[in-house]
């Protein structure tokens, strides 16, 4: 089932790709800065060279993955992407630039929105959290890609280590290995400095107690905190079947469990699970509703879309949920 959850990490991939090709992303009205010499497309055709070499397997898959580039799925991705990029400049801009900082993405994947962020906020340090086989892959692809290396300041890597740098950290552990997890970011964060988690499609890969008990360690170890998380939701209406259906998709195609779709079915259950902290929840769909409509216009002249009810149900079902707690 590892191996199976964490290749997952390959679709995710590959929709950025995807997305950025088509020039939903970068966003002019959400995305604005540069690194550098980099902007947000280099960045990831610099990753991507950096993949092939890496392991032809692993681009090879993603590669095929962005032959079906269908504009439901680019709409997803840039709605997800710019949301969670859009509430971190937030708080971190409202945390200003004298206090240290940190974020960590848990269930990181090959997400690169560390490099901008990172670039923009000299105060921050950022640490990627996946497993072993993720964390491996994303080390040397850093490590053997000048640009990305140069960006995040990283030092040579011992053998049969990670890189690193004093910016930035590469966890590997097993999430549901909640003992794991704690002491391995306990050694490279700071419990008493503002703390940003992010879980961008991980929760729902893991079981109802597991990430339970992750929620509720976590936001009792870091003293002051806020946590974005962005799932797909199963729906709660009878007559809703959008869950069930992706449930047997995922399980017919690729053997892929979402334990909990069900059980947090909407955006109330979703948020509980942060309960009695201070949440906030929006599906993905009330989300595009509130787009400015110069950005509409230019979304709408990036690809033809015709499945408007369709993109409607599926962004229903996916909830970009903030929690904060303690000062700040
Ligand atoms: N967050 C990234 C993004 O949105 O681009 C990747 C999302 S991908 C769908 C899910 C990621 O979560 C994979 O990289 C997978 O390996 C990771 N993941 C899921 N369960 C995990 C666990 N128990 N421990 C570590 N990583 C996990």
């Not at 097993?174 to 704690?182: I, M, P, R």
């Amino acid at each position: 089932m590892e191996r199976i959850v964490q290749q997952t990490d390959y679709d995710a991939l590959s929709c950025r790709v995807s997305a950025i090709n088509k020039g939903y992303l970068p966003s002019p009205c959400y995305q604005l800065e540069k690194c550098k010499y980099l902007g947000y497309k280099e960045i990831h055709l610099e990753y991507l060279n950096g993949l092939r070499q890496v392991s032809r397997r692993i681009y090879g898959k993603v590669a095929k993955s962005l032959q079906s580039s269908y504009p439901v799925m680019n709409y997803g991705t840039y709605l997800r992407t710019v949301s969670i990029d859009t509430e971190l400049n937030g708080i971190l801009s409202k945390i200003g630039k004298e206090q240290r900082v940190q974020i960590i993405d848990l269930g990181s994947g090959s997400d690169l929105r560390m490099i901008p962020l990172l670039h923009n906020y000299p105060n921050l340090k950022f640490i990627d959290v996946d497993y072993a086989e993720s964390t491996k892959v994303k080390s040397k692809v850093l490590w053997g890609t000048p640009s990305l290396r140069e960006l995040l300041k990283l030092q040579e890597p011992q053998v049969d280590q990670l890189v690193r740098s004093d910016i930035y950290e590469l966890l590997s552990c097993d999430l549901n290995d909640l003992n794991e997890t704690c002491a391995k970011l306990d050694e490279v964060t700071d419990v008493n400095i503002p703390t940003i988690i992010i879980t961008e499609c991980v929760l729902c890969y893991m079981t109802q107690d597991t990430s339970q008990r992750l929620i509720d360690r976590l936001t009792n170890l870091y003293k002051i905190g806020y946590w974005i998380s962005y799932d797909p939701i199963g729906g709660a209406h009878e007559n809703d079947r959008f869950g069930t259906i992706m449930q047997a998709n995922l399980r017919d195609s690729r053997s892929l469990e979402m334990p909990t779709l069900m059980i947090f079915n909407s955006k109330e259950k979703y948020a509980d699970r942060f309960s009695p902290l201070e949440t906030s929840i929006q599906n993905m769909w009330e989300i595009f509703s509130r787009i400015p409509q110069d950005e509409i216009k230019r979304l709408k002249s990036l690809q033809f879309l015709d499945e408007l009810e369709e993109l409607k149900i599926m962004q229903t079902h996916y909830v970009f949920c903030k929690v904060h707690w303690g000062d700040v």
